[in-house]
């Protein structure tokens, strides 16, 4: 199976080696950004991989400011920045995406494996079109927005969906707290449509899907959270949304730390044989009621 290498990766390996490089020679993020014309927070945003290095030239001169005078080397960066100016898949919903979901969203189309741990809402890439239009839906009256943003916002979520049921689907682990699943959205139709699409999706061989019972006392993380892994030549990152806001990290401890807590909530939670059967008592008491 290939790698996958969208701009989003690109953009993100140029400037962990433009910081490793940068580190290495000793020099501050605002010398580098003053060497090329720019500003220390551009700069920064570089490195990080939430934008992009425009210009060839600001390269070139941040090689030189480097000492990388291999050849190899040179055109190794080079072919990055190329590929990594390639436009994104998402671009046309940009303006209606919150902060910070632009890095997550490149970076979650290149991931060979995730996990994932929703306590208040079903994973978004588990959602029908009906729950999460319902869920838009909502909000729309309250945080004063547009049906255009309400229907582009849907659109996005379901074309986010391809990286499950692609012809190369990533791997995908997700925990849902049960009361996730009992915080009833747009009504007892959109529920069982809801339960039996998390049911379908369980069947495939690369979803893992548990959830974590409300009744049981054990340790729930307060916010929600994303472990992308990649092939190779990346190193994992790590989602936390909170107030719709998506804060992305690679730093190894945080890694650590998810991980950790993902791992208690997996242990805790019913096996996936028993998230069929599950689904389907919530759906007896819909119908009851």
Do not use: C
């Not at 990594?84 to 997550?104: E, H, I, K, V």
């Not at 340790?219 to 936390?240: S, T």
């Not at 992305?248 to 997996?266: H, L, Q």
Request: avoid cysteine; charge should be negative; aromatic fraction near 8%.
């Amino acid at each position: 199976m290939a790698a996958r290498r969208g701009p989003t990766f690109r953009r993100r390996e140029l400037g962990k080696e433009l910081r490793r490089l940068r580190e290495k020679k000793g020099y501050s993020t605002k010398a580098a950004a003053e060497a090329i014309e720019s500003s220390e927070s551009k700069l920064n945003r570089v490195e990080s991989g939430h934008n992009q290095l425009p210009r060839v030239r600001d390269l070139e001169d941040l090689l030189e400011l480097y000492g990388v005078t291999d050849r190899t080397g040179r055109e190794h960066l080079l072919m990055l920045h190329r590929d990594s100016l390639s436009a994104d898949w998402y671009r046309p919903y940009q303006n209606f995406m919150p902060s910070g979901q632009t890095l997550y969203v490149g970076l979650e189309s290149d991931a060979a494996t995730m996990r994932a741990w929703h306590s208040q809402l079903v994973f978004g890439l588990l959602q029908t079109e009906n729950y999460t239009r319902a869920l838009f839906s909502a909000a729309k009256p309250v945080d004063e927005r547009t049906t255009e943003f309400t229907e582009e916002s849907v659109a996005l979520r379901m074309k986010r969906k391809m990286i499950v049921h692609g012809d190369d689907p990533v791997e995908l682990r997700v925990i849902l707290d049960e009361a996730a699943l009992r915080r009833v959205v747009g009504g007892p139709d959109v529920m069982r449509e809801q339960y039996e699409e998390i049911e379908r999706v369980a069947t495939l061989d690369h979803v893992t899907i548990q959830i974590l019972p409300q009744s049981l006392p054990t340790y729930r993380a307060l916010a929600n959270f994303v472990i992308l892994e990649f092939d190779d030549g990346l190193d994992p990152v790590v989602m936390e949304e909170s107030s719709s806001v998506m804060t992305v990290s690679d730093k190894p401890r945080e890694i650590w730390k998810y991980a950790r807590k993902f791992d208690a909530m997996r242990e805790s939670a019913l096996a996936p044989a028993m998230t069929a059967q599950f689904l389907q008592r919530l759906k007896r008491e819909i119908d009851d009621n």
